[in-house]
């Protein structure tokens, strides 16, 4: 059972976890505590009918005072839905009141027995008679599309099927946009030649919503990656490039970092480049419009995404990166610097040394609680330095762990494992032994950070 939090308006004396073992007492209890008030109007949900499993008949207490409406609903709103039927056998009223709930647990408990397409409709149709709380459908129909997953459907089926629920999701007033974004990172089971048609079916229901609504677009570009056919793959990122100058600054500063992310090049699609130019251009324009204080990730993620542009057009967007991402605030900055080190790399080598010398000064104005991903991000693209530089870059990444606890060390040499398994991994074990005796780590610490790097540079055998 849920433990029950705090509910607002109430004075309450007793021990919840406790309580809650119970639940009729727990009602009793917050019974003692409850301003008395007139019963409100009862929610208007499903009619009683044949149900999938036959109601228990009511257990009545007696000389049981009524608790306001509200108060029981919010007590329902702490309950898992197993724990719906037992708590409905209080009285008639919460028998009453819990009457689609008791629907939505039949309903979770019957995702189960779905079989086919056929019964996947019916207990779609069964879970959308919950109309008077129609977010308490969620759970219902969470599990469907997970039982969904293990259905043995055709290709075409499959993709019918994540339509269907994807719909049904969308029908939720609040928590169908959470099941919408986990849907959306499942599109890689849905068969390669569906998928197009599954994005398309997404992206028509994303594009109805309003500007100032709450929307889906980043895990909808996100899920670019599932579409493999380069001419599609270009023609579904431009479907949602499109909507970008349509969003509010909020859902733009969103969008912006994970389309840079997605921007690819292609010679069969795009042989001169000019297509990722062009997109690359709308992208740093849009990010322009946004306020300094949302740039952050936009910036780093454009300073990355020069791999993908014509090598004679990198050095020039990189630095136009750079100089923005030094203007902005300290908190701003440190975002940026999370991506901004993986564009550096893809200079020419020979800039390598001038670039980092340009960044290094910055690094003092890193917030410490943005030091570990600012300095995972700065040791990922040391294999691709020079051996001076890269010796160097490991310095000052280090003196940004310096007072760090032990299990974001690890953290950090686990992220960049696949440098210390390259030929500059020595190289880092001495920076790393350089930075335990300038923290004076004991030798428990020290044993347990040396054994971590073992282990590490022997997965693969370096």
């Known amino acids: 059972m849920r433990a029950l939090h705090s509910l607002p308006s109430l004075t309450m004396d007793f021990d919840l976890n406790a309580t809650l073992n119970d639940t009729q007492a727990a009602v009793y209890a917050v019974d003692k505590r409850a301003n008395q008030q007139a019963p409100s109007t009862l929610p208007i949900g499903i009619k009683r009918s044949v149900s999938p499993v036959s109601d228990t008949p009511v257990k009545r207490l007696a000389a049981y005072p009524a608790l306001p409406t509200e108060v029981i609903l919010q007590i329902a709103d702490h309950l898992s839905l197993d724990d719906i039927p ?15 709930r008791r629907w939505a647990w039949r309903c979770y408990q019957q995702a189960a027995h779905v079989s086919d397409l056929t019964s996947l ?7 959308e008679r919950i109309q008077a709380e129609p977010d308490i459908r969620a759970e219902p129909l969470t599990a469907l599309w997970q039982r969904s997953q293990s259905l043995g459907l055709s290709r075409v089926q499959k993709a019918k099927a994540f339509k269907k629920l994807f719909a049904a999701a969308d029908r939720l007033p609040k928590q169908g ?13 849905i068969m ?12 028509a229901i994303a594009a ?4 100032d609504q709450e929307n889906f677009w980043p895990e909808l570009a996100n899920a670019l990656v599932f579409i493999w056919t380069p001419s599609q793959y270009f023609e579904k990122y431009e479907m949602v490039l499109c909507r970008l100058p349509y969003l509010n600054m909020s859902q733009k500063a969103e969008l912006i970092p994970v389309l840079a992310k997605r921007l690819r090049s292609d010679h069969r699609v795009d042989p001169d480049g000019s297509k990722a130019l062009s997109t690359y251009a709308v992208l740093q324009q849009q990010t322009l419009y946004l306020p300094p204080s949302q740039q952050g990730a936009s910036v780093g993620a454009l300073a990355a995404a020069i791999q993908e542009l014509p090598e004679a057009a990198r050095a020039v967007r990189y630095t136009e990166m750079r100089q923005l991402a030094l203007s902005l605030s300290d908190e701003q900055l440190g975002v940026a610097l999370r991506y901004l080190p993986v564009g550096l790399a893809e200079l020419p080598r020979e800039q390598h040394v001038h670039e980092f010398q340009l960044l290094e000064p910055a690094l003092l104005r890193v917030l410490p609680t943005q030091r570990v991903q600012v300095a995972i991000s700065l040791l990922g693209r040391t294999h691709r330095l020079d051996d001076a530089l890269s010796k160097h870059v490991w310095q000052r990444a280090l003196r940004l762990l310096d007072g760090s606890s032990t299990a974001e060390l690890l953290r950090v040499f686990s992220e960049t494992s696949y440098v210390l398994r390259t030929s500059k991994g020595q190289d880092a074990v001495n920076e790393i032994t350089a930075f335990m005796d300038r923290n004076h780590f004991t030798g428990q610490t020290r044993t347990t950070v040396l054994e971590h790097l073992s282990r590490i540079r022997n997965a693969q055998g370096a």
């Open 86 to 100: 037992a708590f409905s056998l209080v009285n008639k009223r919460t028998y009453y009141l819990m009457e689609e």
């Open 121 to 127: 409709q019916q207990l779609i149709d069964d879970i």
């Open 192 to 203: 390669a030649s569906q998928r197009s048609k599954v994005f398309n079916f997404a992206y």
């Open 177 to 189: 946009l959470i099941l919408q974004k986990r849907m959306l990172a499942s599109l890689v089971y």
């Open 208 to 211: 109805q919503r309003q500007p």
